[in-house]
């Protein structure tokens, strides 16, 4: 059964920087990628990356993060200059096909203070 265990997250002050580390237990995808909820809302997709390293991104990101993937099944989200409003539970997901969502992790809680 694939398990996927992300590690990374913690409290970081607004401006400051985050790495997020995702392996799988086993396998290897088509896509990987990063979701995000914060209180009240909705996950979002927050970037993705392909066993091809081709790459999207939520607007909000703006360049400030950066995914990659390491023998398409480990992935990385790498995060920089973090607003308050980057505060969620980060999710680490994989998919088979086009879309990261068949597998996913239990989450990382990323805090950010002001």
């Known amino acids: 059964q694939v398990q996927l265990v992300e590690t990374g997250g913690g409290l970081v002050q607004a401006g400051g920087s985050l790495k997020l580390s995702c392996a799988s237990s086993?396998?290897?995808?088509?896509?990987m990628g990063w979701y995000r909820q914060a209180p009240g809302k909705e996950r979002e997709l927050v970037a993705s990356?392909?066993?091809?390293?081709?790459t999207t991104y939520a607007d909000f990101v703006k360049g400030r993060f950066t995914v990659s993937i390491r023998d398409a099944k480990n992935t990385y989200l790498q995060m920089r200059n973090l607003e308050p409003e980057d505060t969620a539970v980060y999710y680490c997901?994989?998919?088979?096909?086009?879309?990261?969502?068949?597998?996913w992790g239990r989450g990382t809680q990323v805090t950010v203070s002001a």
């Open positions: 997901a994989a998919g088979q096909w086009s879309t990261p969502d068949d597998y």
């Open positions: 086993e396998g290897v995808f088509s896509i």
């Open positions: 990356i392909t066993a091809r390293e081709e």
